[in-house]
């Protein structure tokens, strides 16, 4: 008898001493409740004792709704499970959660240490893959007329969509994706640098095969111009005029960037080796 009470007191302390930070996971437009509950698992297999939260809520139409609302919404849900978490969370957004929880990394309070962004269109969304999903009505040349009015802000999508070739409704009407970017003029809000700056680490995943982020690469914060060419993350102007800390963040050497082939958008969150091997090492 004594020899199991002690037994279980040692695995008690183990699981309350492992130093695995809680992780918090924000799921993507449509996705169904327990779409991350797979990745979630692998997370506590490979780290038995973690705290892993798939917040539920807002899925289906609901995530439609405009992204300052979701920020909300999700920031509320996470707040009693930083205040419990005296050495911080980390963060896991998959697809548009990533561009969510990058809004709460930049509007809000937190102790966030190390953000995952899983095949998040972070430097914006442009292509017709995406809008079938959703909108199979619309195409990407012509959605613009819809999603940049103040009506079309409502919906959660035109709040990063960033069309190459209207660049100047973009920046007049969209209400989410510039403002994180600090890139709108006559407007700079340095808390949003000074909270992504409490990162101590970004792990931006993504792939050539994802086949719905367009382009791809957004997911690592590089973009199209103009003529629909790729700028590179470090050619982009919130990079180079470090308008929200993402610069500095790379040159101290806290961005980690993934390009992982063969993995289709739908999949990232079910892929054991992305899990394995882009996921895993950054839950310590």
């Known amino acids: 008898m004594k020899i199991a009470y002690l037994w279980g007191l040692s695995l008690l302390l183990l699981v309350s001493c492992n130093g695995y930070k809680p992780v918090v996971i924000v799921h993507g437009v449509w996705d169904l409740?327990?779409?991350?509950?797979?990745?979630?698992?692998?997370?506590?297999?490979?780290?038995?004792?973690?705290?892993?939260?798939?917040?539920?809520?807002?899925?289906?139409?609901?995530?439609?709704?405009?992204?300052?609302?979701?920020?909300?919404?999700?920031?509320?849900?996470?707040?009693?499970?930083?205040?419990?978490?005296?050495?911080?969370?980390?963060?896991?957004?998959?697809?548009?959660?990533?561009?969510?929880?990058?809004?709460?990394?930049?509007?809000?309070?937190?102790?966030?240490?190390?953000?995952?962004?899983?095949?998040?269109?972070?430097?914006?969304?442009y292509g017709d893959e995406f809008l079938r999903l959703i909108f199979?009505?619309?195409?990407?040349?012509?959605?613009?007329?819809?999603?940049?009015?103040?009506?079309?802000?409502?919906?959660?999508?035109?709040?990063?969509?960033?069309?190459?070739?209207?660049?100047?409704?973009?920046?007049?009407?969209?209400?989410?994706?510039?403002?994180?970017?600090?890139?709108?003029?006559?407007?700079?809000?340095?808390?949003?640098?000074?909270?992504?700056?409490?990162?101590?680490?970004?792990v931006l995943i993504g792939g050539p095969d994802d086949g719905v982020i367009t382009p791809w690469q957004s997911s690592h914060f590089s973009y199209f111009n103009k003529n629909e060419n790729m700028t590179d993350m470090r050619d982009q102007s919130f990079y180079l005029f470090d308008s929200f800390g993402l610069r500095s963040l790379d040159k101290a050497g806290k961005v980690k960037i993934y390009e992982v082939p063969g993995v289709h958008h739908t999949v990232w969150h079910h892929n054991v080796s992305v899990i394995e091997n882009c996921i895993l090492p950054w839950l310590d």
């Open 33 to 125: 409740r327990d779409s991350l509950y797979f990745m979630a698992d692998m997370i506590k297999e490979a780290h038995p004792g973690t705290e892993v939260h798939v917040l539920d809520l807002l899925h289906g139409w609901k995530s439609l709704a405009p992204l300052w609302y979701q920020v909300k919404s999700f920031y509320k849900r996470m707040k009693p499970i930083m205040e419990k978490a005296e050495d911080g969370i980390i963060l896991i957004g998959y697809s548009q959660g990533g561009i969510i929880s990058r809004g709460i990394v930049e509007s809000m309070d937190h102790n966030i240490t190390t953000f995952i962004s899983l095949s998040s269109p972070q430097a914006g969304q």
């Open 136 to 202: 199979p009505q619309y195409i990407k040349e012509t959605v613009y007329e819809v999603f940049y009015s103040r009506v079309g802000q409502r919906i959660s999508v035109a709040n990063y969509w960033n069309d190459p070739h209207h660049q100047e409704l973009y920046y007049k009407y969209s209400s989410y994706l510039p403002y994180l970017n600090n890139e709108i003029e006559h407007y700079f809000n340095e808390d949003y640098r000074d909270n992504f700056m409490k990162l101590k680490q970004l």
